[in-house]
DNA sequence: CGACGGATGGGCT
DNA sequence: GCCCATCCGTCGG
């Protein structure tokens, strides 16, 4: 099988399935390579943290596409971050990157950077796209074409761990978020100030 | 290292 | 208007 096939076969499956898989993936894009150390999961009509939860927009409409394109989106008005669209076309699922290892081109990346230090330079969403030089014009991207922002196979971590979404309001306690267990590149969990207290309940007996 | 608050402007009700 | 899938500086331990 080739790398492309394994790739599209990579992303086919369910999109909580699909995410931790894209750990120890390569992200590639002008110069700069970034191995994939944290990703979230983002479904669709039964995701209420999803930005498709609410149906087609104008700025969503790449994760209703196929899957394998970047799905690029403003954050706070003045951050990008970028998804792979994963699973059957209209299933509108995607994988947040949320923050990588930077592996090559680690000169360029840390003038885009203003000097951040080497673990900083891609931990977190908008740092890993202003790293790889990412911005909205590559929403729709194909990453499995061979020109512009690309994607590859990569060995996966040894230890994989999961929990709740970063900043989220809605379905703040869906553990979607998958992570390199012990890679420091990871960024720290914050909770949303205005998501409901966590479910602390112990739902039957835990300790 | 963990916690907190302000900046910021497009997207959507 | 209100809402944010964030970042960075600045606290305190």
Same mark, same amino acid.
């Given at each position: ?92 699922? +995607?994988? %947040? ?23 900083? %330079? ?47 309001? +809605? ?37």
């Amino acid at each position: 099988m080739t790398a492309l096939e394994d790739l599209r076969a990579l992303l086919a499956g369910p999109v909580e399935e699909v995410a931790p898989r894209l750990l120890g993936c390569r992200v590639e894009h002008a110069g700069v390579t970034v191995r994939l150390t944290e990703v979230e999961a983002y479904g669709a009509g039964g995701d209420p943290g999803s930005h498709a939860h609410r149906g087609h927009t104008r700025r969503n409409g790449t994760m209703f596409g196929p899957p394998g394109r970047l799905y690029c989106y403003l954050s706070y008005g003045v951050h990008v971050c970028a998804n792979v669209v994963t699973g059957p076309d209209g299933s509108a699922s +995607a994988v %947040l990157l949320r923050a990588g290892e930077v592996v090559a081109g680690e000169g360029t990346a840390t003038e885009r950077r203003r000097g951040a230090r080497h673990r900083d %330079l891609a931990r977190g969403p908008a740092r890993l796209c202003q790293a790889l030089g990412l911005g909205l014009d590559h929403d729709g991207a194909d990453l499995v074409g061979c020109a512009g922002p690309r994607l590859r196979v990569g060995p996966a971590p040894s230890a994989v761990r999961s929990g709740p979404r970063v900043g989220l309001t +809605a379905a703040p306690d869906r553990p979607w978020r998958f992570w390199e267990d012990g890679a420091p590149t990871v960024s720290p969990y914050r909770r949303s100030p205005r998501a409901a207290a966590p479910d602390s309940r112990p739902s039957g007996g835990g300790c």
